[in-house]
């Protein structure tokens, strides 16, 4: 794999960009026959393992994403509304999560995933406003690949055919979407890990952020506790995170005010477990 250092710049452009560039490119249009013999598979697969996972996945993506220094940057500056409080996030919290459960099929009520027109529609809108704030497309990448793989370490151990059918849905998905994306595992690894080793870093506002998402967690029944949280992150952001970690920690009693708070307020994108089916059109 090389080291971190290599992982850094070829010349002017970050590697990473270089490694980005190499995917597979968005699909252009639609034909029912990009799904391929294996969709139903991958489909219940997918669903299976989001109802199992819970909302773990996404506070650790979260979480991950504020201690990447150029990820928090931009989308601070770019869309300021949207980490703005501990109420904003939750509301963004939760529409990342509906659409999550609805491309999983995962969500209250049965979708198809991405075989679904209406699915399909939603993931283009999502797009179109991320374009309109200019958030960078290999951003979204690499935040679709630490869901996929904060997914695959909440449901460890998975068998490698369990693995390839879950890339092989996502990397639909996020193409479908109108990003790059790639069903080479180690290719996707290395453009994740040269991310990490140049962006992670503790940013002005990653103690507010992280503070906040903590406290969304315990709201969803995601523990704050170190064993909990450290374990979700990859090794270079959970080294810079690690020392703040006790500062922004909810106490005991905050924890169990969320809790209660939680059970009250906040609304579940989760549905109970069912066999995901495709939709015929």
């Not at 990448?141 to 998975?158: D, H, I």
């Amino acid at each position: 794999m090389g080291s971190d250092q290599d992982f850094r710049t070829t010349g002017k452009t970050p590697a990473y960009l270089d490694l980005y560039r190499r995917f597979d490119p968005p699909f252009e249009r639609f034909e029912r026959a990009m799904l391929g013999a294996q969709f139903a598979a991958e489909l219940d697969l997918v669903s299976r393992l989001w109802f199992r996972c819970g909302y773990r996945p996404g506070i650790g993506a979260y979480l991950n994403f504020f201690l990447l220094r150029d990820f928090i940057t931009t989308h601070d500056t770019n869309f300021p509304p949207r980490f703005k409080s501990l109420r904003s996030m939750a509301e963004s919290f939760y529409r990342t999560d509906l659409f999550i459960r609805d491309v999983t099929d995962s969500g209250v009520q049965p979708t198809g995933g991405i075989s679904s027109a209406k699915v399909r529609d939603m993931l283009h809108a999502i797009q179109e406003r991320h374009v309109k704030v200019r958030i960078p497309p290999w951003m979204q990448t690499y935040f679709g690949w630490s869901l996929l793989e904060n997914v695959e370490k909440q449901c460890a151990p998975l068998s490698d055919e369990e693995k390839r059918l879950h890339l092989s849905y996502m990397a639909k998905a996020y193409r479908v979407m109108g990003l790059r994306f790639s069903v080479d595992r180690a290719a996707l690894e290395h453009f994740a890990h040269a991310i990490e080793a140049e962006q992670a870093a503790l940013s002005a506002s990653v103690a507010k952020h992280a503070r906040h998402i903590l406290r969304i967690g315990e709201m969803i029944g995601v523990p704050s506790s170190a064993n909990s949280i450290l374990a979700m992150l990859p090794p270079q952001t959970r080294a810079v995170f690690e020392p703040l970690y006790p500062k922004v920690r909810p106490g005991a009693l905050r924890a169990l005010w969320c809790r209660v708070l939680g059970r009250l307020l906040m609304p579940k994108a989760i549905g109970a477990p069912r066999r995901a089916v495709p939709v015929t059109e």
